[in-house]
């Protein structure tokens, strides 16, 4: 089993930034890829972002490409995503997730999953 708990998430103005941590705990974190998606309210949940065991792929969707960034520190157990020039479209619950499978972007191949953090972009 593998443990994840998210923080960081809260209420922050439209072009603003935040940081979302992910802690793991459990079987060995360098074993997983590790993703985070969301969820808005009505809407499926959606994939954001994905790194590699290593840390050495990351995968974004298009959305946020080039304004979000995973990163994840191994000796830490932990992974992050910094959020920078949020807007109000990317208000959701934000959950951390690990895969096995290194490339993973698929919700069904992630099989451990975090309670969410709430992140609110206002306008």
């Known amino acids: 089993q593998v443990q994840l708990v998210e923080s960081g998430g809260g209420l922050v103005q439209a072009g603003g930034s935040l940081r979302l941590s992910c802690a793991a705990s459990?079987?060995?974190?360098?074993?997983?890829?590790m993703g985070w998606f969301r969820q808005a309210p009505g809407k499926e949940r959606e994939f954001v972002a994905r790194i590699s065991r290593s840390g050495g792929t990351t995968y974004y969707r298009g959305s946020v490409k080039g304004r979000f960034t995973i990163s994840r520190d191994n000796a830490k157990n932990t992974v992050y995503l910094q959020m920078n020039s949020l807007k109000p479209e990317d208000t959701a619950v934000y959950y951390c997730a690990a895969s096995s499978r290194d490339l993973a972007v698929l919700r069904s191949e992630y099989h451990y999953w975090g309670q969410g953090t709430q992140v609110t972009v206002s306008s």
């Open positions: 459990g079987r060995t974190f360098s074993n997983y890829a």
